[in-house]
Structure formats: structure tokens, C-alpha cells
């Protein structure tokens, strides 16, 4: 992706993330007072460069290298805690937190005290009412045999300052509908239990970060951050033909961009457009990628 050595690479990036974040702090963006970037970013290209997939720092670009980074740092997220990692799709490096880091981003929101979710399966009793209009947790009751059961739901509880719970359920219909549009459904197929968490998790924080008052740079990076996981509808031709570039990985070698001729019958593919974090240069357009996490259920 470049002339220069990894290690030249590496501190290139590394200061230009330093830098946009020192600007961004003197701008009101508060890192957790326990946080260290430098830790922090040395984590990510050391799990960059030893990816399963090869190293990333090879693969993709540096604008997107950089700018994955810059979403690692803002939220205040760590390689080394497991609560993000980073996904290639074709030439482009996405971060995508883990179901700890959602946890520990909502944390840093100065309303909230705890965040949990939980998994309802077949044969729990689980009943919800509505108190001055908000949903509320009457009662959950499972047990240790029900565990091997199907999946009929999950929710998640953010807990504020001031004890005040807020819920956020979903059906299992729900949970579906929101893999469905996943640019990856390998993991959510072999991890269920947790994956539904997380999703909950990001449906909850989704609601809740958008109400908040804390740093708007903060906010737009755990959303730009939740959105790095999902298509939009210009997107699903594309996710077929990832599948499918996935199920053959191991039988041929693939040009990325492999010329073909389009029949009259088949339905063009739409360009797929991300909403990134600040660039640090332009970034192109088509994305073709691997699958996240796999062996990852977080």
C-alpha cells in the first residue's frame, strides 16, 4: 500500500493520530483519565500486524489505517482489553468495538452508571410493563437448563447516576433483522448468546448517545463506530458478492477487482458509501472484505 518500511509507516501514523487528537482535546475532548494513546495505539498495530488474515498494515490503506485509529482513541478503547478490533474490507481497515468496549464507551457518558444485557430463552418467564409511558424490567426468571434453549430475545439495562434504569428489549425477529443487515453473519451463526448481547447493546447505545450531552466528537465516533457494522440498502448486492468471494477464498486466487462482463438480466451493483471519521484523505469508493472476527464472539 506504500514505499515506506512498516516502522516508518507506523510512526507516520501514529503521530498524525497523536496530533489530531491533541487539537481534539483542546476542543473539550476528554480521554479517560486513565487512558494512555500511546498504549493504546502500539496495541492496535501490533494486532494489526499480526492479524489472522495477514498483516492489515500491508493491506490497507493508510488513510484508513489512521483513521480507525483515531476512532480507537477518541472512545478511549484498547486491542489489549479486547474491546475493539479491526476488520479489512478490501483495502479499507474499519475498527468495530467488542461487546466490553460498547460497555466501557457508555461508561464514559456522564449519565451512566452501569450497563448489562441479558439473554432470554425458551421457558424463561419474562414480563415487562410501562411505567409513565417507559418500558421497565416486572421480572426475569430462567434457569441453568433453559441455557441450552433457543434464543426468543435479549435486553440490555443502562443504569444512571441517579438509579434510573433504562431498558431496551428486543425479539429474536428484532435481533434477526438487525444481523440481516451485518456485513458479516458467520460470527452472530457461531457465537448466538453473545452477539445477541451485543447487539441489544448497540441498539440501547444507539438510543441513549444520541440524547446525551457529553462531547460531540465522542458521540459521532461511537456512532460512525456502531454504523462501521451495517449496510444500507445500496449495500446488500455487494454483501452477496462478499459472501461468495468468502465461500471461494480458499479454491483460487481473486483479482479485487475482477473484470466481468454484466448480463442484461442481472441487477447492477450499487456503490457502497461509508460515513467515516474525519478523513485524513480520500478514501475510494468500492469495498470488498473479509469477514470480522470470527473466531471472535466480542
Request: some cysteine; charged content about 25%.
Amino acid at each position: 500500500m506504500t514505499n515506506q518500511t512498516p516502522a516508518l509507516l507506523q510512526k507516520d501514523i501514529t503521530d498524525q493520530v497523536t496530533k489530531k487528537v491533541q487539537v481534539m482535546q483542546q476542543d473539550g475532548l476528554a480521554l479517560p483519565a486513565s487512558y494512555s494513546p500511546a498504549n493504546a495505539l502500539k496495541s492496535a498495530f501490533f494486532a494489526m500486524t499480526n492479524a489472522q488474515g495477514g498483516n492489515l498494515i500491508e493491506k490497507c490503506t493508510p488513510e484508513s489505517i489512521a483513521n480507525s485509529l483515531l476512532d480507537m482513541v477518541i472512545q478511549g478503547l484498547s486491542p489489549a482489553k479486547t474491546q475493539c478490533y479491526f476488520v479489512p474490507y478490501g483495502n479499507q481497515l474499519k475498527m468495530t468495538r467488542s461487546y466490553f468496549g460498547t460497555q466501557a464507551v457508555l461508561k464514559r457518558l456522564t449519565e451512566v452508571k452501569d450497563v448489562w444485557a441479558n439473554i432470554i430463552y425458551q421457558g424463561d418467564e419474562f414480563e415487562t410493563d410501562f411505567d409513565h409511558g417507559r418500558e421497565v424490567l416486572v421480572k426475569h426468571k430462567s434457569s441453568f437448563a433453559n441455557k441450552d434453549n433457543g434464543i426468543i430475545g435479549a435486553y440490555c439495562i443502562i443504569e444512571k447516576t441517579d438509579d434510573t434504569q433504562v431498558l431496551t428489549v428486543m425479539t429474536k425477529k428484532e435481533i434477526d433483522a438487525s444481523w440481516s443487515q451485518a456485513k458479516t453473519k458467520n460470527v452472530q451463526n457461531k457465537f448466538p448468546q453473545e452477539m445477541a448481547k451485543r447487539t441489544v447493546i448497540n441498539r440501547a447505545a444507539k438510543a441513549f448517545v444520541n440524547t446525551s450531552d457529553d462531547s460531540d466528537l465522542l458521540i459521532e465516533a461511537i456512532n460512525n463506530t456502531t454504523a462501521n457494522e451495517y449496510q444500507d440498502e445500496s449495500e446488500r448486492k455487494e454483501a452477496e458478492i462478499i459472501d461468495e468471494i468468502d465461500k471461494n477464498a480458499n479454491s483460487e486466487v481473486l483479482d479485487p477487482e475482477p473484470p466481468r462482463q454484466q448480463k442484461k438480466s442481472e441487477p447492477k451493483v450499487a456503490e457502497p458509501v461509508f460515513d467515516d471519521m474525519p478523513n485524513f484523505g480520500p478514501e475510494p469508493d468500492r469495498v470488498y472484505g473479509e469477514g470480522p472476527g470470527e473466531d471472535d464472539p466480542y
